[in-house]
């Protein structure tokens, strides 16, 4: 990835904590952020000379107790060494709906620029954007969800997710 993407990448970063921090520290909230749940991922994955390191903040308004929408940044670094790097960043919308307390429906557009460099000169260097339509249903108790997601726009011979289906857990505080 060129270093300005990074330096984008990493400010948008940069800008999601600072509004995560900045909300907390006041404590009188207005009505506004009395809505505003905060969440998100994290992952690291090493093993048999890869890596696979992940954040991916979220932030959503709660309309009411059924219905929210929200807005999250991803950023993944990949390498297989002696294969390939890739960087993929990009943003998300999401919408739950909680029909009963229980259980929750989401839709999640997702958007992500993937940047993949080979090391071997047989495999041609990638750059894409990837599109990815998320529907989901879940097990809800109080912040956290469990459940499962399907891709509706998933490609087996273009796409970087393998599976349409993917399990999925959401905490937001």
């Not at 890869?50 to 950023?75: C, D, H, R, W």
């Not at 071997?120 to 097990?139: E, H, I, K, R, V």
Request: aromatic share 16%.
């Amino acid at each position: 990835m060129k270093n300005y993407d990074q330096k984008k990448v990493f400010s948008l970063i940069a800008i999601f904590v600072f509004m995560l921090g900045f909300s907390q520290v006041s404590p009188q909230k207005s009505e506004f952020w009395k809505k505003v749940q905060f969440g998100g991922g994290l992952g690291l994955g090493f093993g048999n000379n890869a890596t696979n390191i992940s954040v991916a903040p979220n932030a959503i308004y709660n309309f009411n107790e059924k219905v929210a929408l929200g807005l999250g940044l991803q950023y993944s670094y990949i390498r297989q060494k002696d294969f390939y790097t890739s960087h993929l960043y990009g943003g998300s919308i999401i919408g739950l709906v909680n029909p009963i307390r229980e259980i929750q429906l989401s839709a999640e557009l997702e958007e992500l620029r993937v940047n993949t460099d080979f090391d071997n000169a047989s495999f041609t260097s990638d750059d894409y954007w990837n599109t990815a339509l998320f529907l989901g249903a879940g097990y809800r108790t109080n912040n956290a969800t469990i459940g499962i997601r399907y891709n509706v726009l998933h490609k087996d011979d273009n796409n970087i997710y393998t599976t349409a289906f993917m399990p999925f857990v959401r905490i937001y505080f």
